[in-house]
């Protein structure tokens, strides 16, 4: 049974800093490239950071000008987990965090969880 299950999201005040996690199982962690994405209230859910699979060399990276320079993606691979280091953030940031295992037309979705960024 395939699972991706975010931890890690909460209330944060702006500047602060949270580390998002996301923990996968039921299938061959290393040979999928993983996602995060976020949606915020009334707007398209979008891509945020990328990391590639081990296989296609597992560092290339990948960040939406939205988040550049201020969120670092990672993987572990013995752990099978995928993380989103976020700094700096700001109200904007307010969303329901997801990570996407794959791509194509049948890619695995963890069920999300809320980032709050509010003084």
């Known amino acids: 049974q395939v699972q991706l299950v975010e931890s890690g999201g909460g209330l944060v005040q702006p500047g602060g800093s949270l580390r998002l996690s996301c923990a996968a199982s039921?299938?061959?962690?290393?040979?999928?490239?993983m996602r995060w994405y976020r949606q915020a209230p009334g707007k398209e859910r979008e891509l945020i950071a990328y990391?590639?699979?081990?296989?296609?060399?597992?560092?290339?990276?990948y960040y939406a000008d939205s988040v550049k320079g201020r969120c670092t993606i990672s993987r572990d691979n013995a752990k099978n987990t995928v993380d989103l280091l976020m700094n700096s953030l700001k109200l904007e940031d307010t969303a329901i965090y997801y990570c996407?295992?794959?791509?194509?037309?049948?890619?695995?979705w963890g069920q999300g969880i809320q980032v709050t960024v509010s003084s």
């Open positions: 990391i590639s699979s081990v296989s296609s060399g597992g560092g290339s990276t």
């Open positions: 996407k295992a794959g791509g194509g037309p049948s890619p695995y």
């Open positions: 039921g299938f061959t962690f290393s040979n999928y490239a």
